[in-house]
């Protein structure tokens, strides 16, 4: 088995890799529900406890508990069902996935096999382009999460080479749903753009059904993606009647901008094995952020083997019709019709609104403007300065810790006059760097415009006495070379004047 | 990854059936044991085979009746939606959580390592 160490593999150029090859995908998301207890027992399931502080007989899996299913985590199931189109089963059980393996301390994990909760739905998806792509759900169902696992002795952290292993069980038995898609095909070179965005679009309609904090940093969202390569059909041929190739399973996938170079990165390794005449290995595959490669894990072998069988300690589950008729009622308007309404009612253009949709800020906008943002003010800073952050780093723009409530207070502030613009950036750096909410930032840096007029008017006036050249031309008409006195007034300010008043105090006197 | 779903209802394609039953070998059991990280004696294995011998020639008879047309069952009360709410309740504390662990650091249960040398 090769490990992290192993060197680069041979990639093809990725619009070569499309010449040649027609990628099919099938991603596998795992959502950690927001409940208040675990799947089958009361303990809490709360982010960052202290180690095993949030376990019990049944979630240690000791002899003679008895789990007990949590009402709330079958409707989010349900409602997650309904929301991804899916038909909702009349009658269903748990299974036991048997392995030997530490982050289970049972030995199995309780899931569910042949018998989901929900199966033929689907998920369309806007594209960058506004085009839609329809992926089709093939089922969702129910299971708990495991613990986890520190690896000690090891060079890195890793687990190869690591002499013993440290195992928290906090997050073994939180209730998860695993949503698998049928295999997208037709994507073409769009395939890493498609799985991204469904992904994103999952993570936008979850978060509005309110049943998950769909965190990918934190691992309450996390995607797997499989990948393989069919060679493209030739003349009469469908593409559809040419028969899958050999797919690779990428774990570890945990941004939606990962999802995608993961993707593309797996295209341009197969097709170069192919090309080569060699075969594709089924195994699966370790995503790396820092180096954007993939590397082999454990290869799918006889450890597949998992002797599901019916969970003998939980009863089925039989949602009554009208059960589930009344949790529809509950869900949230479809994101599509929702996306429409809200730019609507913010005003916002199609390429504006798509911007919001790439940078992941839908549900964002929304709460900085219901906390008293201009829907302008919103925009510019989740899709402007944020987005471009979380860009350059590979990160969500959720990740830096600075809420709608942070961005409403920042909007507040340059409305006021209280801030200009590169105070605002320098109040958002603070912010991110965890100083606090904007305005104890801005206290406590000593970010204020001047708001003493005859200050601005005395340099406006030195300004003018010391570039008699530029004034001139301003008193001439030509009002565009008043930028450069605004500059030297603001420098002269030391940034700490309000740009617009300047203007117009430089106008009025040259006019 | 399951092939497909099923619709509604159970249907049996994968029913956990033991194939018929040839005897259980002394070394079948201590691999079990070793699996389980059960610690037997030579006496305790030798009981274990007859005892556990027993049990799956009992379960070959049902299976001699078991008839395509009987849907395999999965509990023996006919129940369904048997739930809780989702309220919080006290779990058991990290201390007496790690009480039983043979190994323990950093409040955590330190198990051996888990992937074999290359």
């Known amino acids: ?511 | 990854m399951p092939p497909e779903h099923a619709r509604g209802r159970f249907v049996v394609r994968e029913a956990p059936r033991l194939a018929p039953m040839s005897a259980l070998s002394r070394d079948d059991v201590a691999h079990l044991a070793g699996l389980a990280r059960i610690d037997l004696s030579d006496a305790e294995l030798d009981r274990m085979v007859g005892e556990l011998g027993v049990i799956l020639e009992s379960v070959a008879k049902v299976q001699e009746v078991a008839a395509d047309e009987i849907e395999p069952m999965s509990h023996p009360l006919p129940l369904t939606n048997v739930t809780r709410p989702d309220e919080v309740r006290p779990s058991l504390g990290a201390e007496a959580a790690l009480a039983a662990a043979p190994e323990k650091e950093q409040q955590r249960f330190s198990v051996p390592r888990i992937l074999d040398e290359d």
């Open chain 1, 1 to 511: 088995m090769s490990s992290a160490t192993s060197v680069a593999e041979e990639i093809v150029d990725y619009d070569e890799a499309l010449e040649r090859y027609d990628p099919v995908m099938g991603l596998e998301v795992h959502v950690e529900l927001n409940t208040a207890t675990k799947m089958f027992c009361g303990c809490a399931t709360g982010f960052g406890a202290d180690p095993n502080s949030q376990v019990c007989p049944v979630c240690l899996g000791l002899p003679g508990a008895l789990p007990v299913v949590n009402e709330k985590a079958v409707e989010s199931a349900i409602r997650i069902g309904l929301a991804l189109n899916c038909e909702i089963a009349e009658w269903c059980r748990f299974a036991r996935k048997n392995y030997f393996y530490p982050d289970m301390p049972k030995n199995f994990q309780t899931s569910q096999y042949d018998e989901p909760i929900a199966f033929e739905g689907h998920l369309d998806v806007e594209l960058g382009d506004g085009t839609t792509y329809r992926v089709e759900i093939e089922r969702a169902h129910m299971e708990e999460d495991t613990g986890k696992s520190l690896h000690i002795g090891g060079a890195t952290g890793r687990i190869h080479g690591a002499d013993h292993s440290l195992v928290d069980y906090n997050r073994a038995g939180i209730p998860l749903i695993e949503i698998v898609t049928k295999p997208l095909t037709g994507a073409g070179k769009r395939a890493p753009e498609v799985a991204k965005a469904y992904v994103g679009a999952l993570r936008e309609l979850l978060r509005a059904l309110g049943v998950s904090d769909v965190k990918m940093e934190q691992g309450s969202l996390r995607c797997d993606a499989n990948v393989s390569l069919r060679p493209r059909a030739t003349g009469d041929q469908s593409q559809d009647d040419v028969p899958l190739g050999t797919r690779t399973e990428t774990k570890n996938v945990n941004s939606l901008r990962s999802v995608e170079r993961a993707v593309r990165y797996e295209i341009t390794r197969h097709a170069a094995i192919l090309d080569r005449g060699d075969k594709i290995t089924q195994e699966t595959r370790h995503w790396h952020e820092d180096t954007g490669v993939t590397t082999s894990g454990r290869e799918k072998s006889d450890a597949e083997d998992y002797r599901y069988f019916p969970e003998p300690d939980l009863v089925p589950v039989a949602p009554t019709r009208e059960t589930v008729e009344m949790l529809r009622g509950t869900l949230p308007e479809a994101p599509g019709e929702r996306r429409r309404r809200l730019q609507n009612d913010w005003g916002y253009s199609d390429l504006e609104m798509r911007d919001v949709m790439n940078a992941g800020a839908v549900a964002l906008i929304e709460e900085t403007v219901a906390a008293g943002a201009t829907p302008a003010g919103a925009r510019k800073w989740w899709t402007g300065e944020l987005a471009r952050r979380a860009n350059v780093e590979g990160r969500s723009v959720e990740e830096f810790g600075v809420t709608p409530a942070h961005i409403a207070e920042l909007d507040r502030l340059v409305r006021d006059g209280r801030l200009n613009d590169s105070m605002a950036r320098q109040v958002l750096e603070g912010v991110i760097a965890g100083e606090g909410a904007p305005t104890e930032v801005a206290d406590a840096r000593g970010l204020e415009l001047v708001q003493d007029d005859g200050a601005l008017e005395a340099a406006v006036d030195k300004v003018i006495e010391a570039n008699a050249e530029v004034a001139q031309k301003v008193r001439d008409g030509k009002v565009q070379a008043a930028g450069a006195l605004i500059g030297q007034v603001m420098k002269e300010m030391k940034g700490q004047a309000d740009a617009g008043k300047a203007r117009e105090l430089i106008l009025a006197k040259l006019s």
